[in-house]
């Protein structure tokens, strides 16, 4: 993995800008601390931080040219089928003069164009120079796994990894927009192409930019395949499945440089290690992180799988101190508020010190209908038959539940629940993962903010994505398609942040494109049944995995956030600074209002962790806004 980073000017130049962009560059350092480029020329500045993974050598640094000097590349990801590729390419004239994924992607570009995106199997975000046609092409892959943001000003296009990495001497931060704010708070994240910023945006997973002298093209070149009814759930079925997973491992256990496993209590990074070790790394190790809080840790379980699979087990502890809370987020540098931040944070930067690439497990919930809120949309259904002023009387009596300190609190759950039942079916659904709602934002908004976004319903950009499911699917199928459309890509933000914060890579078999369009368009009783979701995964590591595991309660990578803000621990110090920053400097919220919400949360009167959480990270984002700002030049 890298750091990306350019300015483009189809019709002039970029130099008053290039005496500032080694430095732009060197702001991405983290995530590529192997070694850095720059390129100039035709209109353009291109920069490139590297993280050495496939041929460590020179050879393949970046930017990188094409051998006739027609395109010039900045990448950032893995494409993991890049030998086969190359096959393809040799016979056509190509010659290659490293081992790289990189040289392959380009010349694959120089042959195809943006044909050969529909060849690739990897994770990536690039940027393509065409100096002949003076033309500059962006593509992120299928599911958004690598981040890439984009600003469009008159005369002016720049794109980088990360949003801030674009501002400094040679151009001021952007003013916030205030619909991404509101999205924002309504979930604790923001789904491209929101970013938090005016004139910023993020490229939507699965999509191109094509920017010259005739404007920008923006083009969708993948979206979930579906067929109009799903085949029957049989034992080809499982046979496929684990085939896929089997494939798309293998493939990703290519590299030149030290590689791991994330490994937690649950069955999705499991099913990776048992692929790993099926197929021949059984030497791997196998990174874990516990907690000392009983009921958050997974250590004990993640152990026996290791011991299970014969793989060497490097265990570590969070560490819950106010040094390692600032340092999660001073790397948090965009509007995402994914409590687990924190523990990832540590869990990459004790992985990083023996490994460069590790396997994970995400994206199997979303796969596989994992989540409690697809059961819980059959209970909204029922509170739905209860009218009205029944519902009302049942919200009142969930505030009298006592606050506890459990990864999801009962307090909370009701009054979620309850509270998206009312919102009807589709909408039940994106309300079960909203933080702030109408109270909220009545209580906290500022008059100005709450005028400006009356008009805006970020729930509905959730639910609308349901009707991109062709109507003979279930209902549970729209759902999840919803879910990795809109909720996925912040998991995926969450883990590429906090990983290459510290110069980890890390790779997602589950979301290989061949077993998402495999997923897709499987029938319900193969993902769900007796209100347990992963049917299918449970089917395939029967008889391979210790017997209690599939009997586990579903954890999750959580930390105990109410806890967080009762407690006079840690979080109180850095929580009462942020706010006394934000009283004195940032508008948008009623901060005397903050104030009580957290003294009330302290005292038990309400479950207001994520909410404390999101604004916490607000105020962060927002003061590393404020440092980045400079003097006004006439950029």
């Known amino acids: 993995m890298c750091g990306i980073l350019g300015f483009f000017s189809p019709g002039g130049d970029v130099s008053r800008w290039q005496a500032a962009f080694p430095q732009a560059v060197g702001s991405l350092a983290h995530r590529g601390p192997d070694g850095s480029g720059h390129w100039a020329g035709a209109g353009a500045l291109l920069g490139h931080t590297r993280l050495a993974v496939l041929d460590l050598s020179d050879a393949g640094a970046q930017p990188m040219r ?39 992607l380009l010349a694959a570009w120089a042959q195809w164009g943006e044909g050969c ?25 299928h599911l958004g796994v690598k981040p890439l943001f984009f600003l469009q000003r008159p005369g002016l296009f ?49 999509h191109t930019l094509r920017v010259g002298e005739r404007g920008t093209t923006l083009r969708r070149y993948w979206s979930i395949p579906y067929a109009d009814r799903p085949e029957p759930y049989t034992a080809h079925t499982r046979e496929r499945f684990s085939e896929l997973l089997g494939r798309a491992v293998q493939a990703q256990l290519v590299s030149d440089a030290p590689l791991g496993l994330f ?28 907690f000392a809080q009983r009921g958050y840790d997974e250590t004990p379980a993640a152990s026996d799988y290791a011991d299970h699979l014969g793989l060497r087990f490097a265990p570590t502890r969070f560490a819950w101190t106010e040094e390692a809370i600032l340092a999660t987020l001073a790397d948090m540098r965009e509007l995402l508020a994914d409590a687990s931040c924190f523990p990832l944070h540590q869990l990459a930067r004790h992985a990083r010190a023996q490994a460069t690439v590790v396997l994970a497990g995400d994206g199997g919930d979303e796969l596989l209908a994992g989540y ?120 995926l933000a969450k883990v590429d942040r906090m990983s290459m914060a510290v110069g980890l890579e890390v790779r997602v078999p589950l979301l290989d494109k061949a077993l998402v369009e495999f997923c897709a368009n499987l029938p319900d009783d193969a993902k769900r049944s007796l209100g347990k979701g992963k049917v299918l995964l449970r089917q395939h590591l029967r008889g391979c995995i210790p017997p209690q595991a599939l009997k586990r309660p579903k954890a999750g990578f959580l930390p105990p956030v109410d806890q967080w803000f009762r407690e006079s621990g840690p ?39 994520f909410v404390l959480l999101g604004i916490l990270q607000f105020i962060n984002w927002s003061r590393q806004c404020a440092e980045t700002i400079t003097p006004r030049t006439n950029a």
């Open 66 to 104: 094409s051998a006739d000097g027609r395109f010039v590349l900045v990448f950032n990801g893995e494409i993991y089928n890049f030998r086969a590729l190359r096959q393809q390419l040799e016979p056509l004239g190509h010659a290659f003069r490293s081992q790289s994924d990189t040289e392959v």
């Open 571 to 609: 979080m109180r110090n850095v929580m009462g600074d942020a706010l006394h920053w934000a009283r004195g400097n940032l508008g948008w919220l009623r901060w005397h209002e903050v104030d009580k919400l957290w003294t009330e949360h302290g005292r038990g009167q309400s479950c207001s962790g």
């Open 263 to 290: 490994l937690s209590g649950g069955l999705d990074s499991y099913a990776v290690a048992l692929a790993a070790a099926q197929a021949g790394a059984g030497d791997l190790q196998a990174f874990t992180l516990g």
């Open 158 to 206: 720049g794109f980088a990894s990360e949003p801030l990495a674009l501002f400094g001497p040679h151009l001021p931060v952007p003013e916030p927009n205030p619909e991404d704010l509101d999205a924002y708070f309504t979930y604790n994240y923001l789904p491209a192409p929101r970013t938090g910023l005016e004139g910023v945006r993020q490229l939507p997973p699965g």
């Open 117 to 141: 995106l529909e060849r690739l199997e990897g994770i990536f975000a690039f940027a393509v120079l065409d100096t002949r046609e003076r033309t500059l092409t962006l593509a992120r892959d």
């Open 372 to 491: 409690d809120t697809y059961l819980a949309g059959g209970a909204a259904a029922l509170l739905r038959v209860v009218p009205r002023p029944g519902r009302a009387l049942l919200r009142r009596a969930a505030g009298c539940l006592p606050a506890d300190s459990r990864r999801y609190g009962l307090r909370m759950v009701c009054e979620r629940l309850i509270d998206a039942a009312g919102q009807g079916r589709g909408r039940d659904h994106a309300c079960f993962r909203r933080i702030f709602g109408p109270e909220h934002r009545r209580r906290l908004y500022e008059p100005e903010f709450l005028k400006a976004v009356q008009g805006f319903d970020a729930v509905d950009e959730y639910v609308r994505l349901m009707d991109e499911v062709p109507p003979e699917r279930s209902w549970l199928t729209a759902r999840q398609h919803a879910d990795i459309s809109f909720h996925l890509p912040s998991i």
